[in-house]
């Protein structure tokens, strides 16, 4: 099983409808999820962190953690076609006493259609 | 202030050569990551700096991969005797505290061994 895990896609949805982007992850001592952008030929750039069970809104994005679940989303509202791009589940874990690694997926890719 | 550099932007080898990569952090930041990423997929992690030493170089893939930060700032990556199968993009990071900390990605430098 791979640590963290996101469905490759593409997960197209029409301009204006909300995108929902999962991820689940395997260590149940993780501590703090970030959800990065990556548009095509470019480098990633962090949209959002979360650290607490819940929800966690900035404009059009909230990000869903769920630590009994493991799993972390990323909702898009009003989904734009400027949107389209790969979006990045990162994890950080402890990977033994005193040291934590920050893991990636390997992305969806999200289409939105104008 | 400047982002995180990276230089050359690109690089063609041939099988075998030497390759060196470099990263410029952002200034004040004292963690610096590398990554690699292949066509279509996701990030890889390589190693990890907090000042000059590199508490995590678990990702490096082989004995052929090395790397150093100097003065806490500039990193370079070094490949000896490149494979094709190590033509990716190398991405760096660099955050202002530890791995909890957000990181902020350079442009990367794709590199592509003949």
């Known amino acids: 099983q791979k640590e963290v895990e996101q469905n490759s896609g593409p997960l197209s949805v029409p301009e204006g409808a909300i995108a929902s982007l999962n991820c689940t992850y395997s260590?149940?001592?993780?501590?703090?999820f970030f959800w990065y952008r990556q548009y095509s030929g470019k480098s990633p750039e962090l949209i959002m962190f979360i650290y607490s069970n819940g929800d966690k809104e900035d404009g059009r994005f909230t990000a869903q953690l769920n630590k009994a679940s493991q799993y972390v989303s990323l909702l898009i509202r009003d989904s734009q076609p400027s949107d389209s791009a790969t979006y990045l589940c990162?994890?950080?874990?402890?990977?033994?006493?005193?040291?934590?690694?920050?893991?990636f997926g390997s992305g969806t890719r999200l289409q939105v259609q104008p | 202030g400047a982002g995180v550099s990276q230089s050359p932007s690109n690089k063609v080898t041939e099988k075998g050569k030497d390759v060196e990569l470099r990263c410029d952090p952002i200034?004040?930041?004292?963690?610096l990551y590398w990554y690699r990423q292949s066509l279509g997929q996701g990030l890889e992690f390589l190693i990890y700096f907090q000042g000059n030493s590199a508490p995590d170089k678990s990702g490096l893939p082989s004995d052929r991969f090395s790397a150093e930060r100097t003065g806490g700032s500039v990193s370079t990556l070094t490949i000896q005797r490149t494979q094709q199968e190590d033509s990716a993009v190398y991405l760096c990071?660099?955050?202002?505290?530890?791995?909890?900390?957000?990181?902020?990605f350079g442009p990367g430098t794709r590199l592509l061994v003949l």
């Open positions: 990071a660099s955050s202002q505290g530890g791995i909890q900390e957000t990181q902020y």
């Open positions: 200034s004040g930041h004292t963690a």
């Open positions: 260590d149940r001592g993780s501590q703090s």
């Open positions: 990162a994890v950080i874990r402890r990977v033994d006493t005193g040291r934590r690694a920050l893991t």
